[in-house]
């Protein structure tokens, strides 16, 4: 049985973490972004998913195929 594609997306980093909330701090970088401009590609999981709304006025997603 042939494995099901995991869709991904690619989550850039556009704003400074600095004088933000915690809670969306810990958001971004459990998605293992550090500076700004820095993309990584990650699963489009449900949790993943959270945290990139919960702090989606510093990021820019995009989904891949």
């Avoid at 494995?3 to 991904?8: G, L, V």
């Avoid at 810990?26 to 993309?39: D, E, F, N």
Wanted: charge should be positive.
């Amino acid at each position: 049985m042939a494995k099901a594609k995991r869709k991904m997306m690619r989550i850039t980093l556009k704003r400074s973490l600095s004088g933000r909330l915690r809670k969306h701090q810990a958001c971004v970088r459990g998605l293992g972004l550090r500076r700004i401009r820095q993309t990584v590609t990650v699963p489009a999981t449900p949790e993943n998913l959270g945290m990139a709304r919960q702090a989606s006025y510093m990021l820019a997603v995009e989904e891949l195929d």
